[in-house]
């Protein structure tokens, strides 16, 4: 059975910092490409960052420079570390894992950034 687990999320203060993980079980981690999206209420779900098996790595324009992802493929996990936090990154934070046949999806983790 696939599963990713996110955690790491909570509440903090803008300009603050969260780290996110993403441990995944049932899948050969490596081989995927990993990402993190969020999705805010009344809003679509968008890509935050990705990371390719190669360790290439991805931003969406909003969080690039302040956002980073990391993985450790031994742990079969993701991070997102999460700097300078503002109001407008307050979203449920889900992990993705997806290959060509393969796509799957965590719950989620609720990140909110009070002003």
């Known amino acids: 059975q696939v599963q990713l687990v996110e955690s790491g999320g909570g509440l903090v203060q803008a300009g603050g910092s969260l780290r996110l993980s993403c441990a995944a079980t049932?899948?050969?981690?490596?081989?995927?490409?990993m990402a993190w999206y969020r999705q805010a209420p009344g809003k679509q779900r968008e890509m935050v960052a990705l990371i390719t098996t190669g360790s290439n790595t991805n931003y969406a324009d909003s969080v690039r420079g302040r956002f980073a992802i990391s993985r450790d493929n031994a742990k079969n996990t993701v991070y997102l570390q999460m700097n300078s936090l503002k109001p407008e990154d307050t979203a449920v934070y889900l992990c993705?894992?997806?290959?060509?046949?393969?796509?799957?999806w965590g719950q989620g983790t609720q990140v909110t950034v009070s002003s």
């Open positions: 049932g899948i050969s981690f490596s081989i995927y490409t």
């Open positions: 993705n894992a997806i290959t060509v046949l393969r796509n799957y």
